[in-house]
């Protein structure tokens, strides 16, 4: 594959609901690449719209109530259109999927290492020996300690560091080109997040390991990512490098989000700057842009939904969805800044 | 900004056990040292944070200072009253003087109660009001946390994250406390809410003069919110000073790996720090 080739191209993904109170919209036109070896945050709040993305990738929304569109290419495969025996094939063996909860991927009642060997053997031609030899290995890869003896252990005699080691090297198995993880340290401690960041920053690195990752924490997207999309009621609102959202926010929301942020390297400001309002039901989003009802800056031309794209001629790449003369943004963002010290409550 | 007010609780010397208790006689054949041995006090008007990793103690120390579980030894004042050994009775009118907030307010929030009841609930039962004024009161404080009076007669589960928190929070400030112990109050709900609800308990704070044990393990909002911060580590405080101290010149070893451990969504400075320790080994 080219460099310049992206391993995974999501164009104009939509994903409804039907629900008992209508149809919820939870991806509404998201169009994302990530490149081979690179590691994609898609950041956002619940509702966003970002694991429903992820997992719609899997194929794992699919349903009688679910209404998906759009295209998804992945390698040779377009993932949309893709029967659920093709899926399969996929799954877990060039495209795999780390989550929240270990025990959502570790089942109790069998060893860590026979749910590797069983997942290997699942997808490869290879003998009961040669399978538990190659789970030791990455058991042993991801830092678990002592893993020859530790593969026979079940899962609930692993810490929560631990199991989340051994979905990765579960995950890791079958040498997978993408690893989708669903807020992959959102249970951890803090000291064993910074583990398993290091160790998923590692995979990237030495095993050209590409990352789709999934997350609310803009911490943790600071310590990892490559690119990031920022996600807001089912839109990506700003798409760019990682320096260029954290040091050149474009969007109201995204500079609204990174100025609420706590720090500990920081003395406290004396308020913390805050956006007013909540999120929209996505049964009934308001028109336009979604962020309108909450956005200090919006007006009349917000009322129709600004497309996702570059909007200065030195920043090709920078993309967002917002109506705000480009030029001006900067000063606004300072401006709000300035006013967050005397906002009410 | 140190708060220059008189001591309103002090801990001295605080143990909670667990006994782990097994085999056929149910015996206790040991036990967990959830708090062991620890002094903290806490000024009127002042934040201390609690910071640690799960399992820490910091939830039972929460607990233990409020009397909701019966310390194994030490002493808790409140402004100068011993807590440890008194009575449900006798603690009643102190409970007056100390709430709670919980993580999870889908969890403490009773889903058959309306929001009227539940704010009130505490103010009816010390008899403090009822009818026409406990809900003139009622919603008064729903408006003072930033909802709206026509939310009395709504269930919980209406809410949102983030509104719900505010309920549990007017129902802890309805009896006008002294003390506000917060566990984990922010940490279930999403960036741009959080900044609201730390927001609201800072004003409430200066508007009342409120005291917060503040328990999270971000440490980020506890340096945000507190004066002092108090760094627990298997059911031990091992070090706690201002806060500017503790984040800027941790001195304990513990504290230091849990700060280098914190993300900092400041890429450039997360990239100097990993260079730096990189060059240390």
Redesign the interface.
Known sequence: MSARDPLLAVRDLAVSFNTEEGAVRAVDGVSLELGAGEVLAVVGESGSGKSVTAMTLMGLTRGPNAAISGTAGFEDTELVAASDAELRAIRGNRMAMIFQDPMSSLDPVYRVADQIVEQIQAHRDVGAAEARERAIELLDAVGIPDAEKRADSYPHEFSGGMRQRAMIAMALSLEPSLLIADEPTTALDVTVQAQIIELLRDLNRRRDLSILLITHDIGVVAEIADRVAVMYAGRIVEYGTLDEIFYDPQHPYTWGLLASLTRIDRPRPQRLPQIPGMPPSLLAPPQGCHFRPRCAHAFDRCLEVPALEPRRADAPAHLDRCWLEPARRRELREADARDALEQPR | MSPAGETLLEVRDLVKHFPIRSGLLNRSHDSVRAVDDVDLSIAAGETLGLVG??GSGKSTLCRAVLQLVEPTSGSVRFEGRELVGLGRRQLRPLRREMQMIFQDPQASLNPRRRVGQIVGGPIKLHGLASGAELRRQVEGLLDRV?LSPEHYDRFPHEF????RQRIGIARAIALKPKLIVADEPVSAL???????I???L??LQDEFGLSYLFVA?????V???SDRIAVMHDGKIVEAGS??QV??HPRDEYTK??????????????RARRERAAAAG
């Open positions: 990793e799960s930033g949102s994250g983030g509104q999403d960036v741009s809410i959080q900044a609201q730390v927001n609201l800072d004003d393990h971000d440490i980020g909002v340096r945000h919110i806060a500017d984040c800027e790996k849990l700060l280098a451990a914190v993300p900092i969504p400041d890429p450039r400075e997360s």
